[in-house]
């Protein structure tokens, strides 16, 4: 009979199991931890922190004394107290300009999200003539600057006397953001299958029942990413209150803190703390809808 001998083992799979060697996954482990890496993630670290900085300060000098913001402005976390928010929020009126911000942003938020959904669902699965055309119609307004109508604008809403109103003001806000959002809901839902709404069809439904039960779930990720970015935009708006709302009845978050820079002195203390109060609805934002804005974009890329 003929000796039968016994397969040697792989020497790469035995580098590869064996970690106490010298070789194999140690070895690997040891490669990724080059110079060139390092020195990189020293320059990303040195990054974030120059990035974070600014924030960081901001917080420092809300919650330090006020003659500690005075003395040493820029020590970070020297002294401890409440009074620079107080201040504030009653002497300087935040109380007022949030909730005005949130009548400014919330609305106009929603009016562009609704549009521009069932305007992106029509130009992507609703066949009619001129769908085209209509589109590169309405994207056109991404590449039209609002300081070239905004003069005109404003003696458009004087004429009509939505001038210095909340109507005025989010109709203005809303119009801003429709081409964006009209472009962006256009990718998702031209990349769902065209079967699902054929069998919806067959099954009976109605064009309604297909948008609202079929499609609108399936782009949840874009109608959240959507959201922020038009939230985040809105309710950082300078220029649209400062020109619409003249009258200072409802001044939102960020042309509150432009009152702070009047006059000949500067309250640093009570600045920091407005600025705080106006970033900080922005970053809970973005914390609890990270996902979907992380989903979104990284969809519409790559259907884009």
Not at 281 to 296: A, D, E, H, M, N
């Given at each position: 009979m003929t000796a039968v001998?016994?397969?040697?083992?792989?020497?790469?799979?035995?580098?590869?199991?064996?970690?106490?060697?010298?070789?194999?996954?140690?070895?690997?482990?040891?490669?990724?931890?080059?110079?060139?890496?390092?020195?990189?993630?020293?320059?990303?670290?040195?990054?974030?922190?120059?990035?974070l900085m600014p924030v960081i300060l901001v917080i420092s000098t809300t919650l330090k004394t006020p003659q500690d913001v005075r003395i040493n402005p820029f020590g970070l976390f020297t002294s401890f107290s409440f009074q620079n928010i107080v201040d504030a929020w009653t002497v300087g009126r935040f109380s007022d300009y949030v909730l005005n911000?949130?009548?400014?942003?919330?609305?106009?938020?929603?009016?562009?999200?609704?549009?521009?959904?069932?305007?992106?669902?029509?130009?992507?699965?609703?066949?009619?003539?001129?769908?085209?055309?209509?589109?590169?119609?309405?994207?056109?307004?991404?590449?039209?600057?609002?300081?070239?109508?905004?003069?005109?604008?404003y003696f458009q809403l004087r004429g009509m006397g939505l001038l210095d109103t909340?109507?005025?003001?989010?109709?203005?806000?809303?119009?801003?953001?429709i081409s964006f959002g009209t472009f962006f809901m256009r990718a998702f839902f031209a990349e769902l299958p065209q079967e699902l709404e054929q069998s919806a069809r067959v099954d009976g439904a109605s064009e309604l029942q297909i948008f609202l039960r079929v499609m609108l779930p399936l782009v949840g990720s874009g109608i959240g990413a959507l959201t922020v970015f038009t939230?985040?935009?809105?309710?950082?708006?300078?220029?649209?209150?400062?020109?619409?709302?003249?009258?200072?009845?409802?001044?939102?978050?960020?042309?509150?803190?432009?009152?702070?820079?009047?006059?000949?002195?500067?309250?640093?203390?009570p600045l920091a703390a407005g600025t705080l109060?106006?970033?900080?609805?922005?970053?809970?934002?973005?914390?609890?809808?990270?996902?979907?804005?992380?989903?979104?974009?990284?969809?519409?890329?790559?259907?884009?």
């Open positions: 001998t016994p397969a040697r083992p792989d020497r790469r799979i035995t580098e590869l199991a064996d970690p106490e060697s010298g070789q194999g996954r140690g070895s690997i482990a040891a490669r990724r931890h080059t110079p060139r890496q390092v020195v990189l993630h020293l320059l990303l670290a040195a990054m974030a922190v120059f990035t911000s949130i009548l400014l942003t919330v609305p106009s938020t929603a009016l562009v999200i609704v549009i521009s959904v069932m305007a992106g669902y029509t130009f992507a699965r609703l066949p009619f003539a001129g769908r085209t055309f209509l589109f590169y119609l309405v994207v056109l307004g991404l590449l039209v600057p609002f300081f070239t109508y905004m003069i005109p604008l909340l109507v005025g003001a989010n109709l203005v806000l809303a119009s801003t953001g939230f985040l935009a809105n309710w950082n708006n300078f220029l649209i209150p400062l020109l619409y709302l003249p009258s200072g009845d409802f001044r939102p978050l960020t042309a509150g803190l432009y009152m702070f820079t009047g006059g000949r002195s500067l309250d640093i203390g109060i106006t970033i900080l609805p922005v970053i809970v934002l973005f914390i609890v809808l990270q996902r979907q804005v992380t989903q979104g974009f990284i969809s519409g890329a790559v259907k884009g």
